[in-house]
């Protein structure tokens, strides 16, 4: 069993930063960040490797936002940049036993997410 604890969500205006971290208690997963806003299903926002070498993104965050890990403290973390308010809601970290993925099905374990608000 791996436990994940999101932190450093926050309120933030258009057009600033956060950064997410998500410590995890076991290693050589891949790891994703999921988001849902209100309303919404839970969409894929990113993902890495376990060795950090590969990585993707959702569209809508390409360019804005960046994954990274630190294997030796067992963190993962988003880095994101100009946020938009559509980036509003409920930010995942997940570990998946398997391939980096989009899919989030693939992912055997959740962390129970921290909510970031982007104001206008």
């Known amino acids: 069993q791996v436990q994940l604890v999101e932190s450093g969500g926050g309120l933030v205006q258009a057009g600033g930063s956060l950064r997410l971290s998500c410590a995890a208690s076991?290693?050589?997963?891949?790891m994703g960040w999921f988001r849902q806003a209100p309303g919404k299903e839970r969409e894929f926002v990113a993902t890495?490797?376990?060795?950090?070498?590969?990585?993707l993104y959702a569209d809508s965050v390409k360019g804005r936002f960046t994954i990274s890990r630190d294997n030796a403290k067992i963190t993962v973390y988003l880095q994101m940049n100009s946020l938009k308010p559509e980036d509003t809601a409920v930010y995942y970290c997940?570990?998946?036993?398997?391939?980096?993925?989009?899919?989030?099905?693939?992912?055997?374990?959740w962390g129970q997410g921290t909510q970031v608000t982007v104001s206008s």
């Open positions: 997940a570990a998946s036993r398997d391939y980096y993925t989009k899919m989030a099905s693939r992912y055997d374990y």
């Open positions: 890495i490797s376990w060795r950090g070498g590969n990585t």
């Open positions: 076991g290693s050589s997963y891949a």
